[in-house]
């Protein structure tokens, strides 16, 4: 199956900026989709932002909340997948995760349900 380690979190101040990376292993897709979720303690697992590729086309999806501010990105030849987050929130707060799954299928939201893999989660504090 696909392992995907990721790193990058921390503490920092509102307005700054951090980049978590997600480095996958396993089995090469032609077709796939990864994404970023984070938590918070006793709320659900929230999208964040996810990437499609399939049939040399890329399709990117931010939540309203992150819009303007995150980045998802990919780097190919490092089978890394990257979060770059500018203008950072208190309210940005949580563990954050990576996940993918086979396919890239899409109906018009993404929900933790529908991802197969996922990273441990790193701690992203954003201090007021």
């Known amino acids: 199956q696909v392992q995907l380690v990721e790193s990058g979190g921390g503490l920092v101040q509102a307005g700054g900026s951090l980049r978590l990376s997600c480095a996958a292993s396993g089995r090469t897709f032609s077709s796939y989709t990864m994404g970023w979720f984070r938590q918070t303690p006793g709320k659900e697992r929230e999208f964040v932002a996810a990437r499609r590729w399939s049939g040399g086309n890329t399709y990117y999806y931010y939540a309203d909340s992150v819009k303007g501010r995150f980045t998802i990105s990919r780097d190919n030849a490092k089978n890394t997948l990257y979060l770059q987050m500018n203008s950072l929130k208190p309210e940005d707060t949580a563990v954050y995760f990576c996940?993918?799954?086979?396919?890239?299928?899409?109906?018009?939201?993404?929900?933790?349900?529908?991802?197969?893999?996922w990273s441990q989660g790193t701690q992203v504090t954003v201090s007021s």
């Open positions: 996940a993918a799954r086979l396919g890239a299928g899409y109906s018009g939201s993404f929900y933790p349900s529908s991802f197969d893999f």
